[in-house]
């Protein structure tokens, strides 16, 4: 199995960094995982509502472009289905059963556009709080080796 993930923004933090190092490593034995950072539109200051409209409509542009052909698209949206941990993997063995490779879409600052967001097959929010961008890409693969784990029924942490 495949598993993209395409994000807007690059990760500023060392901590953060050292985190996705980790996770990408720990990763490998459970297949290919792969990360497309795109850079961020610029939005303009003082930006209106149909400025951050275009920029989200930009930015969703982008992903899509660099969305892997045929890949299952979920984006990471806070309006998007809550999973537990278990649930989580369910989506990871229902890919695996269809044969689907997996791309997850984290957006910039401003989110992701409405265009997007009606191209993908499944909404996803890791949580009803806010985090940084750099954050969500950190929390969720350590939420995609939890499913693996989970998965092939190794121990993980509870």
Same mark, same amino acid.
Request: proline share 6%; glycine share 6%; no cysteine.
């Given at each position: 199995m495949q598993i993209q993930i395409v994000c807007v923004g690059k990760i500023k933090d060392a901590y953060i960094s050292s @985190?996705?190092? &980790?996770? &990408?490593?720990? *990763? #490998?034995?459970?297949?290919? $995982?792969? /990360?497309? %950072? +795109? !850079?961020?539109?610029?939005i303009p200051d003082n930006a209106s509502a149909s400025d951050e409209l275009r920029v989200k409509e930009r930015e969703g542009e982008l992903i899509l472009a660099n969305v892997k052909e045929g890949f299952f698209k979920i984006a990471l949206d806070p309006n998007g289905m809550s999973l537990s941990?278990? %649930?989580?993997?369910?989506?990871?063995?229902? !890919?695996k059963l269809s044969g689907k490779n997996l791309c997850?879409? /984290? @957006? @910039?600052? +401003? @989110? *992701?556009?409405?265009? =997007? +967001?009606?191209?993908? %097959?499944?909404? +996803?929010? *890791?949580?009803?709080?806010?985090?940084?961008?750099?954050?969500?890409? =950190? $929390? =969720? =693969? &350590?939420?995609?080796?939890? !499913?693996? #784990?989970? *998965?092939?029924? %190794?121990?993980?942490?509870?």
């Open positions: @985190g996705v190092v &980790e996770f &990408e490593k720990r *990763l #490998r034995p459970y297949g290919k $995982i792969f /990360i497309t %950072e +795109l !850079a961020e539109v610029k941990s278990e %649930e989580f993997s369910d989506v990871f063995r229902d !890919a997850f879409i /984290i @957006g @910039g600052p +401003l @989110g *992701l556009s409405p265009k =997007l +967001l009606q191209s993908v %097959e499944k909404k +996803l929010s *890791l949580s009803r709080m806010t985090f940084t961008h750099p954050m969500t890409r =950190l $929390i =969720l =693969l &350590e939420q995609v080796y939890r !499913a693996f #784990r989970i *998965l092939n029924g %190794e121990p993980y942490h509870k």
